[in-house]
Nanobody, 123 residues
């Protein structure tokens, strides 16, 4: 079992920045691909970004490429999502997740989920 707790959400103006954090515990953090997903009202949960066990590769949704950056600190068991140039369309609940599947980009491919943290971008 892996427990994930997100933090860092809040209200930010369009064009601003925010950094989300996800603290992991319960099992070896480095054994999992880590991902971020988001879900806006009335929409399906959407892939945002993922990072490999080693941190050697990362993947991003087209909608956030060049603006968001995922990273992980294995020593601290934390994964981050740095969000820059935020847009109102980025408004959603953001979820941290962990997967044992290489290259996972779909919600059903992930095994563990945090409780979510709200990000609201004002226009």
């Amino acid at each position: 079992q892996v427990q994930l707790v997100e933090s860092g959400g809040g209200l930010v103006q369009a064009g601003g920045s925010l950094r989300l954090s996800c603290a992991a515990s319960g099992r070896t953090f480095s054994s999992y691909v880590m991902g971020w997903f988001r879900q806006a009202p009335g929409k399906e949960r959407e892939f945002v970004a993922a990072i490999s066990r080693s941190g050697g590769w990362s993947s991003y949704a087209d909608s956030v490429k060049g603006r968001f950056a995922i990273s992980r600190d294995s020593a601290k068991n934390i994964v981050y999502l740095q969000m820059n140039s935020l847009k109102p369309e980025d408004t959603a609940v953001y979820y941290c997740s962990a997967s044992g599947t290489y290259g996972a980009t779909k919600p059903y491919e992930y095994d563990y989920w945090g409780q979510g943290t709200q990000v609201t971008v004002a226009s």
